[in-house]
C-alpha cells in the first residue's frame, strides 16, 4: 500500500532554513495525477496547507508562506521535500506530507494518504 514518511530535523533556530522529506513507498512521485503536499498543524491550531508538487512537476504555495517556501522532488529516490527560510517560532507546528487529488484540503480524506507527521520546533 502506498506510505509517506516525513524526515528532518525536529529543532530549528529562528532565521534558519527548515528542510523536511517525505518519502513516498507503495507509488511513484512521477506517474498518475496527484499533488504531493505539505501540511502542518502548530500547536492548539488547525491544519495549515503549506504547499504542493504536482505529479507534472507544477508547484503550489500558500499564499501567505509563498516568498518562503520552495517545494522540490528527487525521482530517483521516490521524495518530495520542503524547504522553508526565515523560520520563526510561529512556524513550529506538526508538519505532514500527503498525496492528494484535490489541491489545498487540509482534512484528511478516505482517498488520501497522508504521512504520521514530524513535529518540528524552531526556538534559539
Known amino acids: 500500500q502506498v506510505q509517506l514518511q516525513e524526515s528532518g530535523p525536529g529543532l530549528v533556530k529562528p532565521s534558519q532554513t527548515l528542510s523536511l522529506t517525505c518519502t513516498v513507498s507503495g507509488a511513484s512521485v512521477t506517474s498518475l495525477d496527484y499533488y504531493w503536499s505539505w501540511l502542518r498543524q502548530p500547536p492548539g491550531k488547525g491544519m495549515e496547507w503549506v504547499g504542493a508538487i504536482r505529479t507534472s512537476g507544477s508547484t503550489y504555495y500558500n499564499p501567505d508562506l509563498k516568498n518562503r517556501t520552495s517545494i522540490a522532488r528527487d525521482s530517483t529516490k521516490n521524495q518530495f521535500t520542503l524547504q522553508l527560510n526565515s523560520v520563526t517560532p510561529e512556524d513550529t507546528a506538526e508538519y505532514y506530507c500527503?498525496?492528494?487529488?484535490?489541491?489545498?484540503?487540509?482534512?484528511?480524506?478516505?482517498?488520501?494518504?497522508w504521512g504520521q507527521g514530524t513535529q518540528v520546533t524552531v526556538s534559539s
Open positions: 500527503a498525496r492528494e487529488t484535490v489541491l489545498a484540503i487540509t482534512t484528511k480524506r478516505a482517498t488520501a494518504r
